[in-house]
């Protein structure tokens, strides 16, 4: 499990007294009200940063950082991932899950095949997809709905989903195995 959970990058500047735009990666835009500090990763460096204050327009969020109050203290922060640690995360919910800790699972069917391992998570406006790697085979796209995912045991490293009728031809079907 990651210590360190994406909630955000920044996209650009925004005005000229050092804030900067925001695109949230969190399922609840609005921790940034009570989020007090983030750690940004530009690539090249890590560091924390103290939230003075957030605000919302349209799907970004406008967030101010103590001592950077000119926009060219804010230009080197374009481009950066914002996470928080773990441990100043939100509670989650029952049947709840970080997306960083479903990627590496091990994914079957209630029937024991193997399909492959969770290599991505697409979000969607609808529901999440989980991106199954397969060996030999293209990706198998499987939605994250009730319906599909039966179990997850973390602990395990597992998933096992229940493949719906024509999902597995939706996704490529034979005529993609041995194919990448």
């Known amino acids: ?3 360190l959970l994406q909630v955000g990058a920044v996209t650009t500047t925004h005005g000229l007294r050092g804030e900067v735009k925001v695109f949230p990666t969190t399922d609840d835009p609005k921790r940034y ?3 007090k500090e983030t750690i940004a ?3 090249k460096k890590r560091f924390t940063l103290e939230v003075e204050n957030a ?3 349209k799907q970004m969020v406008i967030v101010k950082f103590k001592g950077i109050d000119r926009i060219e203290e804010a230009e080197p ?3 950066a991932k914002l996470y928080v640690t773990r441990e100043h995360a939100l ?4 049947d709840e899950y ?3 800790d479903l990627a590496g699972l091990t994914v079957v069917t209630e029937e024991g095949e193997t399909l492959g391992v969770v290599k991505d998570i697409l979000q969607t406006g609808a ?5 199954i790697g397969q060996k030999g085979a293209k990706d198998l796209l499987v939605p994250a709905i009730k319906e599909c995912v039966k179990t997850i045991d973390l602990d395990g490293g597992r998933m096992v989903v229940h493949l719906l009728p024509g999902l597995r031809e939706m996704n490529g079907g034979a005529e993609n195995e041995g194919r990448k």
């Open 41 to 43: 990763d530009t690539g």
């Open 91 to 94: 509670p989650l919910g029952e």
């Open 1 to 3: 499990m990651e210590d």
């Open 77 to 79: 922060l374009k481009g």
């Open 33 to 35: 009200k009570v989020l």
């Open 55 to 57: 605000r919302f327009f």
């Open 98 to 100: 970080f997306l960083a």
């Open 127 to 131: 529901n999440d997809v989980y991106v």
